[in-house]
């Protein structure tokens, strides 16, 4: 059974009790959960070869509406969000570098039914191993924007591997002779390390992207020889480097126009 299921089936007593007001609301608590999958397996960060690390942190921004619904239940509805993204992390072999925590916060800017994820990694106060991202998340603060864009890691520890291969066993991203490559959105990073990405305003997405005028399955971007955007059929269509298109090549800083929102092509050798 998939993690998202089980996390249903938690939360049906609930719904019929305490919850069944909350849910009213336009935003439903898969949706969300979904998205704090997605912002951990967009933020991993190999160490080493048994270990993964994810954000442990949390802050699920919601529309003034939405948050005065669910906020009195943010404990609740914190705890189960949080059991989720522990069982995901389990199933995909990611470790933490403290104990996984789950906040609501109000945001101004944002329209019912719509929410933003952010995240950081925190360390806890035992940790004295662990990669300097926890440190990093505790200076840069949650990320949308970020005071500073973290840094791409130039390669892993000293005998650790690079990063995890994508589906079809390709090269690990920072070995040598390989490529890294990765977007940029509002000055968050997001690794490319399969053969295909999906950005969109769904949950399904690989890359999800609050804009109301984004599709859900907006356009897609593929590591070939040259990498190269693909239009999949969306509403308002792409502009790469200030030309409407529905299919381009990419080269590094390439920059990327769906709706509002901007996105920045990266890539450099490993």
């Not at 959960?33 to 921004?61: H, K, M, S």
């Not at 130039?154 to 390709?170: E, K, V, Y």
Request: charged residues 20%; neutral net charge.
């Amino acid at each position: 059974m998939g993690v998202l299921k089980r996390f249903e089936q938690r939360l049906e007593g609930l719904v019929n009790g305490t919850f069944a007001k909350v849910f009213k609301s336009e935003v439903q608590p898969v949706e969300i959960a979904g998205a704090l999958q997605r912002e951990c397996d967009n933020n991993a960060t190999i160490w080493n070869r048994e270990r993964t690390v994810v954000p442990n942190d949390f802050i699920v921004e919601l529309s003034a509406g939405d948050y005065e619904r669910l906020s009195p239940y943010s404990g609740q509805l914190g705890d189960e969000l949080a059991g989720l993204v522990r069982d995901y992390a389990k199933q995909q072999r990611y470790s933490f570098m403290g104990p996984i925590k789950v906040h609501l916060e109000k945001a101004d800017d944002l329209d019912t039914g719509l929410y933003r994820v952010r995240s950081r990694t925190l360390a806890s106060s035992t940790s004295q191993d662990g990669p300097q991202g926890g440190q990093q998340g505790q200076q840069g603060g949650y990320g949308y924007p970020p005071v500073a864009a973290p840094p791409m890691p130039a390669g892993p520890p000293p005998g650790g591997p690079g990063n995890r291969p994508g589906p079809g066993g390709s090269a690990p991203t920072g070995a040598p002779g390989t490529t890294r490559r990765w977007i940029e959105i509002n000055g968050t990073r997001h690794q490319i390390s399969r053969s295909t990405l999906v950005l969109g305003r769904s949950t399904e997405a690989d890359v999800r992207i609050d804009d109301p005028g984004v599709s859900r399955r907006h356009c897609e971007i593929r590591t070939g020889t040259p990498p190269t955007i693909q239009d999949l059929g969306s509403t308002n269509g792409i502009v790469v480097d200030g030309q409407h298109t529905t299919r381009a090549t990419l080269r590094d800083g390439s920059r990327i126009v769906v709706g509002s929102t901007t996105i920045i092509y990266r890539q450099a050798e490993g």
